[in-house]
């Protein structure tokens, strides 16, 4: 009689086991902040990427630049898979009732291109912005010297060559910085391609 009242007892003790060990195991439903804090530097690495080839001139490093230029699509590339992956993965929760890891997922994936908007709209992320302000008193003296010699009413005060992707199919990116105190309108007409930098200082950009 004892043995046939162990048997059961310890049958019923395995299964709590089991039961408490599967529960310790299930993943539980919390936000998945990390994801999110990748995104973000996703979307911070792409616009720094995108504005750093924006003011890079070639014969500045050409070896590492080219490298980088190569490898811009297998970086964006890396960032869709990265995102398809992370849309899969909120369905999936959704699925299994994950409601906060689903958001997360969400979020992440909007958070990437989102953060990079907000970033290229902002023009403390514009290095030509830094470069004008650090380099601000120099460029006025230049332009004040070339307009009372010339009576201009801007003056170019530097050109570059930025041109990204494989030579002879795209097109070439040359950006001019301008100094001009005259009427922004008014310029803009006398220049096309002209857009507001800093102050006085404005940058046109030509493809050929």
Request: overall charge negative; hydrophobic content about 50%.
């Amino acid at each position: 009689m004892l043995v046939a009242k162990e048997v059961p007892n310890s049958v019923n003790d395995v299964w709590r086991q089991e039961h408490e060990m599967n529960e310790l195991v299930k993943p539980v439903d919390a936000w998945n902040i990390r994801r999110i804090v990748i995104a973000v530097l996703l979307g911070t690495m792409i616009t720094t990427y995108l504005r750093a080839f924006d003011f890079w001139p070639l014969g500045f490093a050409d070896g590492l630049r080219g490298f980088l230029d190569l490898a811009g699509p297998l970086i964006l590339l890396g960032v869709v898979v990265t995102l398809l992956v992370w849309l899969a993965s909120a369905f999936i929760a959704l699925y299994r009732r994950y409601f906060r890891r689903a958001a997360s997922s969400v979020i992440a994936v909007l958070g990437v291109p989102a953060c990079s908007a907000i970033l290229l709209a902002t023009s403390l992320s514009d290095p030509w912005v830094w470069y004008v302000v650090l380099n601000k008193s120099s460029f006025e003296t230049a332009a004040a010297n070339s307009i009372s010699l010339a009576g201009q009413k801007f003056v170019v005060l530097e050109e570059r060559d930025i041109t990204t992707g494989v030579a002879g199919v795209t097109e070439n990116h040359f950006v001019a910085l301008i100094f001009s105190e005259s009427d922004p309108a008014e310029l803009a007409l006398s220049i096309p391609g002209l857009r507001h930098i800093y102050g006085n200082f404005y940058r046109r950009d030509e493809f050929m």
